[in-house]
Antibody
């Protein structure tokens, strides 16, 4: 059965950095586009970044552009989100999500989420 | 950016009720509209994609319709496990989500 497991969340001061990781299992990771999606406490969902199956192309939301970087390691089956210059507005649960093959930005598999709290 | 607006933001319903949620896009997304269910404390779950295609394993009481800018999610007969928050999401361009509709008892 396919799964995604995030790690690396935690408490960080404003201006600080964190790197989130996502470990896939039960499917061929290198076949799939992947995204990070976040959900602030009691709020809705916000797409953050996506990366193609081979890592050659990626894009981020304007709210994190220049601060967050998505990457992947298909050899070691891992997805990453490097987050720099964190602000209070970045406080959220961060989900990694798999896209349905052939359907851009349709997310059929989600991890349990990594909580990130930005506070002084 | 495409803005997604859901209505209502919350509703009260009973088991067995027929429930309809609407989602409007700020510009046409053609049929690239998806629906997710999020139960309290749980991860979002894909219900419908492409406006009307039921994801594998999702009960047939869920259905989606619409196109262009206006879409609906219908639950034909509400079950206890359906009390949750529902989000629409456009996948026509860089994704954006609606604010959610919470179905309460």
């Amino acid at each position: 059965q396919a799964h995604l497991v995030e790690s690396g969340g935690g408490l960080v001061k404003p201006g600080g950095s964190l790197r989130l990781s996502c470990a896939p299992s039960g499917f061929t990771f290198s076949d799939y586009y992947m995204s990070w999606i976040r959900q602030a406490p009691g709020r809705g969902l916000e797409w953050v970044s996506y990366i193609t199956h081979n890592g050659r192309s990626h894009q981020s939301a304007d709210s994190v552009k220049g601060r967050f970087t998505i990457s992947r390691d298909n050899t070691n089956n891992a997805l990453y989100l490097q987050m720099n210059g964190l602000t209070d507005d970045d406080t959220a649960v961060y989900y990694c999500a798999r896209e349905v093959r052939g359907h851009y930005f349709v997310f059929d598999l989600w991890g349990q989420g990594a909580p990130v709290s930005v506070s002084s | 950016d495409i803005q997604m607006t859901q209505s209502p933001s919350s509703l009260s319903a009973s088991v067995g009720d027929r429930v309809t949620i609407t989602c409007r896009a700020s510009q046409s997304v053609r049929s690239n509209l998806n629906w997710y269910q999020q139960r309290p404390g749980k991860v979002p779950k894909l219900l419908i994609y492409g406006g009307s295609t039921l994801q594998s394993g999702v009960p047939t009481r869920f259905s989606g319709s619409g196109g262009g800018t206006d879409f609906t999610l219908t639950i034909s007969s509400l079950q206890s496990e359906d009390f949750a928050t529902y989000f629409c999401q456009q996948s026509y361009s860089l994704p954006s989500f609606g604010g959610g509709t919470k179905i309460e008892i």
